[in-house]
């Protein structure tokens, strides 16, 4: 009788555990958030001040991906600093996860989690959809000049999913 209920205890805990680890890894692609389909107000008002494309920084790692365009967009004519965003494209999309946030970086080619951690970050807030067109409010006063990249960053297990090196617009 021991036996069976020190088998029984052990088997509760492993299945469990095991359970809630799939359940970890699987819950997004079971429950995703909607495809988001933002539009920038007052487009054509804006300038575009730059762009980029996400990557796949680390191919080994099949799970933190991305790709798709990105700008970074000015505010309306006589409005240098108000009404600045990031503009993640409709061809946007990352692999699925938790806690995901968009980071403004003032490093190039980020491309290892180290790589994030020396560069000096500004988050925007939750990534609101997995893929598909979003909007992230800059700051107002907030300076662009040393900006240089857009990331995604996985907050809960502290692992990059997908950077952006920004150019200038045009150019």
């Known amino acids: 009788m021991k036996k069976i209920l020190i088998t029984l205890f052990i088997g509760l805990v492993l299945g469990g555990a095991g359970g809630f680890a799939a359940g970890l890894f699987f819950f997004p692609f079971l429950f995703p958030p909607p495809i988001a389909a933002e539009e920038v107000a007052g487009r054509t008002e804006r300038a575009q001040l730059s762009v980029g494309a996400f990557i796949h920084a680390n191919p080994s790692d099949p799970v933190h991906w991305g790709k798709g365009g990105v700008e970074l967009l000015g505010g309306a004519a006589g409005a240098a600093e108000s009404g600045r965003v990031v503009h993640l ?46 909007v992230y409010a800059i700051p107002d006063g907030f300076d662009l000049a040393p900006i240089k990249s857009v990331v995604i960053w996985c907050k809960a297990f502290g692992v990059l999913v997908s950077p952006a090196t920004l150019k200038p617009a045009g150019g």
């Not at 939750?126 to 893929?131: E, K, P, V, Y």
Request: glycine share 14%; hydrophobic share 35%.
């Open 89 to 134: 494209l409709g061809d946007f999309e990352v692999g699925p996860g938790p806690r995901y946030h968009v980071y403004l970086a003032d490093r190039a080619d980020i491309r290892t989690n180290d790589d994030f951690h020396a560069a000096a970050v500004t988050d925007l807030g939750q990534l609101r959809a997995f893929g598909g067109s979003q």
